[in-house]
């Protein structure tokens, strides 16, 4: 696709995704998934400021608010970037390798892009990883009448980041720098560690909170 | 948010979530991980119709790409319809209440509109879940390339069905029909089983072809 892809209709992002073209793909499609599990956790934070019931939990709620809208901004960049790197590795791909220097320099060019491609996937997960400690506090004690769309907002973090880290996974199988794959797929592992535990404790507040 | 949501910029999507009014919430924001889910496996379809060296799975792959786009567009209608109900429920809540006809008449109205904000997100659910089995034959026979974008198409379906189904359960909390909320709970409960099975089989099927 070429025109930014935050500038795109919703509709026209999802025929975009739809079409044969391979960008935007799941890489952008994560980054947005996290960007929304972002906006939602706004959206609980705005819906629990100002208002007389929740006055005690109202300074957290600004912090947390704070700290989703720089993620949701980090995000948002990271999905237009997703598509570029991948449209750049797909120029790379069809560089000249008619002669040995040709084929060489388009070697090292793909190499320099896939190592790009698999950074930006691992910042979104690091990123949506980064909105998990957001939500539990905001389950607790934020508007009530908004829990759900808190649960929503974990359901998006806990697709979004093996969605990113897949990306990444597939980026390394491409590439020859042994060391550097070994290197980010240790970061990648220890993005997840915890994760399982901390979905499933925020989703039983979620649950418990509904039911109340 | 007054402008149809598919006509709204990605960015103007994710600003309108993020802002302080309930709509759009978690419910529109369920069926749209669905339709990117339905989006990425009909790219995914593309990259593999037309091409040699998948020539003998192309039958399948359109076949598997005309029920994708089906359930694409009636998930983009849904998540409108998510948004138009919630704004139905919220004029509803601001009925005059000051004689007891009114007040009758405005409970009514709660508990109609509420009864369809419980049947939108049970009908994502139901396409969302509609959407898993598209997706293992083509990790298993569609184009290698693409793997990871099924991979995600997977994780959002999981996100999915139990965010539209959150959204469900909080509006049958303020039903009055207790055998409409039974029977309601029922199709919900029916909608999840054997749906973690076969969301682990087909990312496991992900992860092994990734990893060839």
Redesign the interface.
């Known amino acids: 696709m070429s025109e930014p892809?935050?500038?795109?209709?919703?509709?026209g992002?999802?025929?975009a995704?739809?079409?044969?073209t391979?960008t935007p793909?799941?890489g952008a499609?994560?980054a947005?998934?996290a960007?929304?599990a972002?906006?939602?956790i706004?959206?609980v934070c705005?819906?629990t400021?100002g208002r007389q019931q929740y006055a005690a939990f109202e300074a957290e709620a600004r912090e947390l608010r704070e700290r989703?809208?720089a993620l949701?901004a980090e995000l948002?960049a990271l999905a237009q970037e997703d598509v570029e790197v991948f449209n750049h590795l797909l120029a790379a791909y069809k560089l000249p390798r008619t002669t040995e220097a040709d084929a060489a320099s388009r070697r090292a060019a793909i190499q320099k892009v896939t190592r790009q491609a698999t950074e930006v996937p691992l910042q979104v997960a690091r990123a949506a990883v980064a909105l998990l400690p957001l939500c539990a506090p905001l389950v607790r004690s934020g508007n009530r009448?908004?829990?759900?769309?808190v649960?929503?907002?974990v359901?998006?973090v806990?697709?979004a980041v093996?969605?990113a880290l897949?990306?990444v996974?597939?980026n390394l199988?491409a590439l020859e720098d042994q060391l550097f794959v070994r290197q980010t797929r240790a970061q990648s592992e220890d993005l997840t560690i915890g994760l399982d535990d901390e979905v499933a404790g925020a989703?039983a507040l979620?649950r418990e909170r509904?039911?109340r």
């Open positions: 892809l935050l500038d795109t209709t919703v509709r992002f999802l025929d995704l739809a079409s044969g391979p793909g799941g499609v994560a947005l998934s960007a929304m972002a906006g939602l706004t959206m705005d819906l400021i989703a809208e949701r948002q009448n908004a829990v759900s769309d649960g929503v907002a359901l998006l806990r697709a093996p969605s897949l990306n996974e597939t199988a989703l979620v509904i039911a």
